[in-house]
């Protein structure tokens, strides 16, 4: 016996073990969301719902949901710290990127419980693969005998996404058929590969610029639990666009200039909302350049490489985005902006309460935008690019986004949360916890729903779900500037 303790001790202390036992907790958390959603049982029943809607939004509900959401959340932050500790074990990678591959497999067959977005994928590749139309021009509800319009939401609008989107999509239609499950499920795949591709990515810069925070970074990413729940768990395209963006850090950090700009608009092409990465990424490319007539031949070639992969694509899909006009006339609940609006409108009527929000919301967010452009062209380093892209992204959905979804954040996560910076690790990941828990405020709404006006509803999502971030930035910046100030009065003693 007194052999045995000692070798239990080391084996429980043992990195690997540690590790390897979280990491099974997690699955199990991903695994009961999978049970209690199963993607086949939920639209043979309920063919457009949500977990809320289908369980009669239950108390027990909301406790199921907390206790895997946040349990992950819990074990994601003591893999964090494992991982911390044993930062070059390099096993540790190895394993954090099978148990990536077993959550995404995993959630692969969960019904998307909070999003109904996945059945407008399907019927946009639909509109192109079996009725030859442009479906960037041509809204679902023309084709009103079709079998999957039920299942559409917003029906009256064409795509908001951009053609390589469409593009992508097409294999699994065309194998899927007119087999709903099959094209969900191909659909979600899709979400799954470059949910993995993004971690790939990530571990491969980090080993050639910052080997040492290779196994954290890859960690932090790939094991949040909000891009998780929103890529493979709800499908969400936005993550095809994160990894073209991350395919573009790449090859930024390997300094190979002419790939940098064209992957970048291969992102934009799948969301158009990573166009706000265009001007810093182009301004830190010219600027890398040796000299001025360099400078010139790097923005003439990669100009003409990029006008050439555009025009192949947009051209069968040239149409004005009109889905994305539509989109972007809605005003969601949960945006900071809309709490102006909703207050406006109450003493100003429609009309002006968007024109004033807008036109503040957007004049400072371009007045943000020129100064952070401006603080590149004073330090030349990748760390520095990404941090403020980062925060260019953060601040675009807190100031200037005005139809904001929790899956939002998994944009900013995914561009940010692996580089070595502590301050947007804590921000970002506070942010994953308050993603989340907006599903659960959600239940609260719902319960309150005749009683509460939208502004009060509007108030209570914005407070749980920027609040916190904006805390823990706040009071992270001040412990910075007091210790920045300690320092200073050390040196002058």
């Known amino acids: 016996m007194k052999r045995l303790f000692p070798s239990l001790s080391r084996w429980a202390r043992n990195p690997l073990v540690q590790f390897t036992l979280v990491g099974l907790l997690m699955w199990l958390a991903y695994l009961d969301l999978t049970l209690t959603y199963p993607l086949k049982t939920f639209v043979d029943k309920y063919p457009l719902t949500d977990f809320g809607r289908a369980n009669n939004w239950s108390q027990w509900t909301l406790a199921d949901f907390l206790f895997s959401i946040l349990g992950a959340f819990l074990l994601y932050l003591i893999a964090w710290r494992i991982v911390s500790r044993h930062s070059q074990d390099r096993r540790l990678l190895w394993l954090a990127l099978a148990f990536a591959l077993l959550f995404g497999v995993t959630l692969l067959v969960m019904y998307p419980v909070s999003s109904t977005d996945i059945f407008e994928y399907v019927f946009h590749s639909r509109i192109l693969v079996h009725y030859g139309q442009n479906p960037l021009a ?72 910052n080997p040492g925070q290779q196994i954290i970074g890859t960690l932090l990413f790939a094991w949040n639990p909000l891009v998780l729940f929103e890529a493979p768990g709800n499908g969400h395209n936005g993550i095809i666009m994160m990894f073209f963006a991350l395919l573009s850090i790449y090859f930024l950090v390997r300094r190979q200039w002419l790939w940098v700009i064209p992957a970048l608009v291969a992102s934009v092409l799948i969301k158009y909302i990573t166009a706000i990465l265009l001007l810093p990424f182009l301004v830190y490319c010219w600027q890398a350049q040796n000299d001025r007539a360099a400078r010139w031949r790097y923005l003439g070639r990669t100009i003409a490489l990029t006008a050439s992969f555009v025009g192949a694509l947009i051209l069968p899909f040239l149409q004005v985005p009109q889905g994305l006009l539509e989109e972007a006339n809605f005003y969601s609940a949960l945006a900071i902006p809309s709490l102006a609006y909703n207050y406006l409108r109450g003493i100003h009527g429609n009309d002006i309460a968007k024109i004033l929000t807008i036109s503040v919301c957007v004049f400072s967010y371009l007045v943000l935008y020129a100064l952070s452009v401006r603080t590149l062209t004073r330090e030349q380093r990748p760390h520095r690019l990404l941090v403020v892209c980062t925060w260019l992204i953060v601040a675009y959905l807190g100031i200037a986004c005005m139809h904001f979804q929790p899956w939002f954040a998994i944009w900013p996560i995914a561009l940010g949360i692996w580089v070595s910076h502590p301050l947007a690790r804590r921000v970002l990941v506070v942010f994953t916890a308050s993603a989340l828990l907006s599903y659960a405020a959600n239940f609260v709404w719902i319960w309150n729903y005749r009683a509460w006006q939208i502004l009060q509803v509007n108030a209570m999502f914005v407070a749980v779900i920027f609040a916190p971030p904006l805390i823990v930035g706040l009071v992270s910046r001040i412990q910075e500037a007091h210790h920045t100030f300690a320092r200073w009065r050390a040196v002058q003693t």
């Open 138 to 209: 041509v809204p679902p509800m023309v084709f009103r005998g079709d079998p999957f319009l039920p299942t559409v939401n917003w029906q009256r609008h064409p795509s908001p996404y951009g053609p390589l989107w469409v593009l992508l999509t097409v294999p699994g239609s065309l194998i899927a058929g007119d087999d709903l499950i099959l094209n969900l499920v191909l659909m979600k795949a899709l979400a799954v590969i470059f949910y993995l591709g993004c971690a790939l990515v990530i571990a491969a810069t980090l080993r050639h610029k």
